[in-house]
């Protein structure tokens, strides 16, 4: 959360982090300085880039340690942060520790060096690859440890080195998953943190001296960069954005299972999963029983604050202004002709906690193409599946979407026909493996998938045909 200091000049002086589901402060801390951060990277460069992949590897795995045994502390700053349950923090916690075995693997599976066909006895041909340089990575909240941890870790083990700017909302949980690099003896300068807001990401974006930015955020901002790094192609700009997804539900015989698929797709973490389900697409004839067991579910989940007995299956939204963006958007949904099946209600006044809600938008004229990042599904109801097909398509997005259908044949149809870069069938959105690419396309991607194919954009390919000694004639066209 922001903290202003003095109203006239509205300058930033400083970040104050809140946990949402209680108000009391966090974490505080000064705005970073850029210019000696960016040097400093500048000058750590070399001297990585230059460490043998087994030093590097050596180094990463005592972080993957380090963060395992301070998962119950880290899963708390995150869940305390974020709202979300300590469960699923300390999740988190875990996943950024096996993210270096996946990276390695990743690394030596997608750019190991290669040594292509001779073309002579005496000249050989290789590919090897080497790292961009100096990287920034912002972060975004709902997973500030996983998402930007699934950008450095690669960053790292390629030879690049990192500025880290993690979300104004998260900036405890950034700051302790730097502190982990550090303690793993990653040299100070070869990972920083940068406090601060958009100001300080859009200066870094600019800056002549960084070679590439890694960015998990909204729409809006990956099409702000877009336009910046317009001009420099040289460098280079990886997106992930979010989506409008669609879950579409048709033919099933276990309306129970289709409806935990549902509801785990729409509301876990709040909603505030990239991949969560926004649309739900479900054939006319068949719709009644389905919304009545989304319902049931709905009625049964427990909403509540991070360390809560029973557990919760989710917690808050991020903070009051993020609480505020979505009853906004939920609102206009009712104005333009969404019928309320399960409304959306803020829990506390003054805190960000948010009931399910299920809305249905058939008969609206005038559905936004617009990701809600929140706990609302909008149900739209179609007569057959070529209709179901074009509603999920029916979006500038392109993230996840997701069948539930007994019939493989209409898996096939709609893998081959689906607009999106994850394409599940009888899982949810929102399930997607490590081992796997991650990203999507439209608005929702820049064709550089994160995840397992994450050590695709942390270097570049350098081809070489090498020869030991000169022996080269000219034959043709000499007086």
Aim: charged share 25%.
């Amino acid at each position: 959360m922001w903290f202003y200091l003095g109203k006239e000049t509205n300058t930033v002086h400083e970040i104050i982090s809140k946990e949402p589901a209680t108000g009391r402060v966090l974490w505080r801390g000064p705005i970073g300085t850029i210019e000696p951060t960016v040097q400093k990277a500048r000058l750590a460069l070399k001297a990585w880039s230059k460490t043998t992949l087994e030093e590097r590897i050596h180094i990463l795995e005592r972080f993957a340690e380090i963060v395992q045994e301070k998962a119950d502390i880290f899963g708390d700053i995150i869940a305390r942060e974020t709202g979300k349950p300590f469960w699923e923090a300390r999740t988190e916690a875990q996943i950024v520790a096996s993210k270096v075995a996946i990276s390695i693997a990743a690394y030596k599976d997608r750019t190991s060096t290669q040594n292509l066909p001779a073309i002579t006895p005496d000249i050989k041909s290789t590919v090897r690859y080497k790292p961009h340089g100096v990287l920034v990575v912002l972060g975004p909240f709902n997973f500030p440890a996983h998402l930007p941890n699934g950008h450095i870790i690669p960053a790292i083990l390629a030879g690049n080195v990192v500025i880290f700017k993690p979300s104004e909302k998260t900036p405890a949980s950034g700051e302790f998953l730097v502190q982990c690099y550090h303690e793993a003896a990653v040299p100070p300068d070869v990972v920083q943190l940068v406090i601060g807001g958009r100001k300080e990401g859009e200066i870094l974006s600019q800056h002549k001296d960084i070679d590439g930015l890694l960015f998990t955020g909204s729409s809006h901002g990956g099409v702000a960069l877009s336009r910046i790094f317009a001009e420099t192609p040289g460098r280079i700009l990886a997106l992930e954005m979010g989506g409008n997804n669609p879950l579409i539900i048709w033919d099933t015989q276990d309306i129970e299972a289709a409806a935990a698929i549902a509801v785990q797709s729409a509301y876990l973490s709040a909603g505030q999963r990239c991949t969560c389900a926004r649309r739900l697409i479900i054939r006319e004839d068949k719709a009644e029983p389905i919304i009545q067991a989304i319902c049931q579910l709905i009625d049964r989940l427990i909403i509540d604050q991070p360390y809560a007995e029973p557990k919760p299956f989710m917690g808050c939204v991020i903070d009051n202004e993020a609480a505020d963006h979505i009853e906004k958007a939920y609102k206009d949904r009712l104005e333009k002709g969404g019928k309320v099946i399960r409304p959306l209600q803020r829990i506390d006044p003054e805190k960000p906690f948010l009931t399910p809600a299920l809305i249905d938008m058939t008969q609206s004229t005038d559905r936004p193409d617009e990701e809600i990042f929140g706990p609302v599904l909008q149900i739209i109801r179609v007569n057959n599946f070529d209709a179901a097909i074009e509603e999920a398509n029916n979006t500038r997005f392109g993230l996840s979407a997701a069948l539930i259908d007994d019939n493989e044949e209409h898996f096939v149809r709609f893998w081959e026909e689906a607009k999106a870069g994850i394409i599940n069938w009888n899982r949810p959105t929102n399930g997607a493996p490590s081992t796997a690419p991650f990203g999507g396309i439209g608005l929702s991607g820049n064709h550089r998938p994160s995840a397992y194919f994450a050590a695709d954009y942390c270097s570049y390919p350098v081809t070489s045909t090498e020869s030991g000694k000169a022996d080269t004639q000219i034959t043709v066209g000499l007086k």
